[in-house]
Structures are given as structure tokens and as C-alpha cells.
T-cell receptor, first 109, second 112 residues
Framework: GIQVEQSPPDLILQEGANSTLRCNFS?????LQWFHQNPWGQLINLFY???GTKQNGRLSATTVATERYSLLYISSSQTTDSGVYFC???????????FGAGTRLFVKA | DGGITQSPKYLFRKEGQNVTLSCEQN?????MYWYRQDPGQGLRLIYY???????QKGDIAEGYSVSREKKESFPLTVTSAQKNPTAFYLC???????????FGPGTRLLVL
């Protein structure tokens, strides 16, 4: 099956700093999503981005499908950005979703 | 408000007992999913359903069962055959194009 690897596994930032999270996947995928899981466990969808670039406020994401990776950029980080960021890809049918292990982000005030 | 609800928030299971986790959505989504998350880990797919009266096994279906009798409901039963059920269980739904999955708040299952 498709393998999803995220890096770095852990990240500590000072408030105001920028960061880049990476997601590598081992095969062609039909869809790719980025999620943020808050400390209470709720997952929020950040981007649906099977290819190209999208921006939403301080967050942006880029997926290069031909090279099988996606990047999530966080600019001017805030303490509320803390949590776990997951990359998830869908197989050729799209419904079977595979999650990476996540990047755990802590933003210090 | 449209969204996904899961109940209960916490659930305790005794040895040999089957328990059922509820998941309801009012987003009019065709597809629904169940995931398991262990501490410090990513999510693993248990079962998914593309339409009513149809569902497929995910990567870790052993010891679990589901039904999809109504579009808005996708209950998960954790059977006594699941020997290590302690985990955080998350339900999600999406439209048929699977562009975006929306998650419920989760149920934490603990074994007594």
C-alpha cells in the first residue's frame, strides 16, 4: 500500500517564526489533505491539495504530485498553531485514506 | 448547524463486552469513515462506507463491525474479539468526490 512519511516528527518554534512541514508519499494518489489536530483531539481540515498551491491566511500548501511530496508552510506562528499536523492521501479509488504519523508542533510565547 | 456528532465522549468496556460507538452527520455526505488513533500515532482506517448499505474494510478491521442502514448514521461496534481496544476513535464524512473529510470530536474508549 501507499506509504506516507512526514517530517520533522517534532518541531518547537518561538512565536512569530516561520516553518515548513513536509509530506512524502510512495505512489500516485487521487487526493491529498492537510489536517490540524488540536490538543483536545479535534481534527480540522486545512487544505485539499492534490496538486498546485493554495493559501489561507498565514498557511499555505504546495503539492508536487509528479515528485510525490507536499509542503505546508506556516508563517508568523502563533501559540494557537500548536498541535499535530497530519498529511493524508487517498488511494486510486479515493475513499481509502492513509495518514502519516504527523508533525507535532509547539509554539512558545 | 451542520456537522458530525459522536457519542459518547468517553466509554468504558469490560472484558468480553461488545460496545457500540455512535456517529451521526447532517452534512448530506455519501461517504463515512471510522479511524482509530493510538497515543502519539497517526490515524488508521477501520471501515469506510461509500453509500448506504455498503461498506469496506480498512487496514485494521479485525475485531470491529459496522452497519450503514441510513445515510446519516454509521455506528461502530467494538467486539470482544478486539483484544486491545483502548484508543481514540474518530468518525469522518465526505462527499462522493472525497475532496475534504470532516471529523467528529471523537470517542475515547477505555478498558476496565
Amino acid at each position: 500500500g501507499i506509504q506516507v512519511e512526514q517530517s520533522p516528527p517534532d518541531l518547537i518554534l518561538q512565536e512569530g517564526a516561520n516553518s515548513t512541514l513536509r509530506c512524502n508519499f510512495s505512489d500516485s494518489v487521487n487526493n491529498l489533505q492537510w489536517f490540524h489536530q488540536n490538543p483536545w483531539g479535534q481534527l480540522i481540515n486545512l487544505f485539499y491539495i492534490p496538486s498546485g498551491t493554495k493559501q489561507n491566511g498565514r498557511l499555505s500548501a504546495t503539492t508536487v504530485a509528479t515528485e510525490r511530496y507536499s509542503l505546508l508552510y506556516i508563517s508568523s506562528s502563533q501559540t494557537t498553531d500548536s498541535g499535530v499536523y497530519f498529511c493524508a492521501v487517498g488511494d486510486t479509488g479515493g475513499f481509502k485514506t492513509i495518514f502519516g504519523a504527523g508533525t507535532r508542533l509547539f509554539v512558545k510565547a | 448547524d451542520g456537522g458530525i456528532t459522536q457519542s459518547p465522549k468517553y466509554l468504558f468496556r469490560k472484558e468480553g463486552q461488545n460496545v457500540t460507538l455512535s456517529c451521526e452527520q447532517n452534512l448530506n455526505h455519501d461517504a463515512m469513515y471510522w479511524y482509530r488513533q493510538d497515543p502519539g500515532q497517526g490515524l488508521r482506517l477501520i471501515y469506510y462506507s461509500q453509500i448506504v448499505n455498503d461498506f469496506q474494510k480498512g487496514d485494521i478491521a479485525e475485531g470491529y463491525s459496522v452497519s450503514r442502514e441510513k445515510k446519516e448514521s454509521f455506528p461502530l461496534t467494538v467486539t470482544s474479539a478486539q483484544k486491545n481496544p483502548t484508543a481514540f476513535y474518530l468518525c469522518a464524512s465526505s462527499n462522493r468526490d472525497v475532496e475534504t473529510q470532516y471529523f467528529g470530536p471523537g470517542t475515547r474508549l477505555l478498558v476496565l
